[in-house]
């Protein structure tokens, strides 16, 4: 699932909408999301959510939009709505926001590695941190959808289960990108280009 609701306050600009490789990160990361093994990719809006809905592929089976009405009130809200929206019985979701922008290979690897280890949360890490995204077991989904603001969303359920999380290390720091800030943008963009691994 993709994260796309926000307002970007820090950024002071549309995060979905800065370019990214050719095309706005929005465009970028459902792109990347799509060439996964993803049985379905939700995408989850809320502010300006019919300009970004005009950005998605059109005839895309695989792909959903989400409108989180509810978005105002904190990201939690939105992990619950794409959650929502899935077809029930998935066996594993992968949470990403669009200010993490992700190459497909990343998401492969990772899924791949949570599936082959029979994990209940996975992980990408680089140089010790760990990043993003996080891969999520079915298991977790009661308590993925009582998530709130006040527990810190998804970092509770990452938290509570710690021992348990299936670490998977990347040579390139992109896997520990998140877009906040102007100069977040800029050290990121930077990093196009010099990846290590394919």
């Not at 059109?58 to 619950?80: C, D, M």
């Not at 066996?91 to 497909?104: E, N, S, W």
């Not at 969303?153 to 289960?161: C, I, M, T």
Request: charged fraction near 20%; glycine fraction near 8%; charge should be positive.
């Amino acid at each position: 699932m993709l994260l796309a609701a926000g307002e970007s306050t820090r950024m002071g600009e549309l995060k979905a909408l800065l370019p990214w490789e050719g095309r706005t990160l929005l465009e970028y990361q459902v792109a990347q999301l799509l060439q996964a093994p993803l049985a379905e990719v939700a995408v989850v809006l809320g502010h300006r959510a019919p300009e970004l809905r005009s950005l998605l592929p059109r005839h895309e089976p695989r792909l959903r939009a989400v409108n989180n009405r509810r978005y105002r009130r904190g990201k939690s809200t939105s992990v619950i709505a794409g959650l929502e929206a899935l077809t029930p019985g998935w066996q594993a979701v992968l949470v990403l926001g669009v200010d993490q922008p992700r190459p497909a290979w990343v998401l492969t690897r990772l899924l791949d590695a949570h599936r082959e280890a029979g994990a209940l949360l996975t992980v990408a890490s680089h140089a010790g941190r760990r990043g993003h995204p996080a891969v999520f077991a079915a298991a977790l989904g009661p308590e993925l959808l009582a998530i709130t603001e006040e527990q810190q969303g998804l970092r509770e359920v990452v938290q509570r289960h710690a021992g348990e999380i299936n670490e998977v290390e990347f040579q390139t720091p992109l896997v520990l990108v998140n877009l906040n800030t102007r100069q977040d943008y800029a050290r990121a963009r930077g990093l196009l280009g010099a990846e290590p691994e394919p």
